[in-house]
């Protein structure tokens, strides 16, 4: 996959795994990871440019006597959401269009 368009995906992963509820680095990573390939050294960087974005802020709390940074969704990280599944929608009529054009041209080299 194109590494803008990756990036893009990762992003809007990060959102959607926060839209369920606040959470942290290492769960962010196994949760993502379900479904896209993701380090430690790609998740921090994409979390402070949607914290910087205003995608998102943070809170620390203690969790079993150590500091825990959590990461939790705001509107605007909603509206990212929303955008993104509203632009899918014309990626899938694009895909659906550059799939028949290229089954056409099938269909002709076959004669």
Known sequence: MD???KKGMLDVCVLAVLNGGPSYGYQLIREVGQCMEISESTLYPILKRLENAGCLDTYR????GRTRK????TGEGRARIRAFLSE???MERIYQFVREKCEEDAEYEEE
């Open 3 to 5: 590494t803008q368009r």
């Open 61 to 64: 709390q203690e969790y079993n």
């Open 70 to 73: 959590y990461y939790r969704l």
């Open 88 to 90: 899918w929608e014309e």
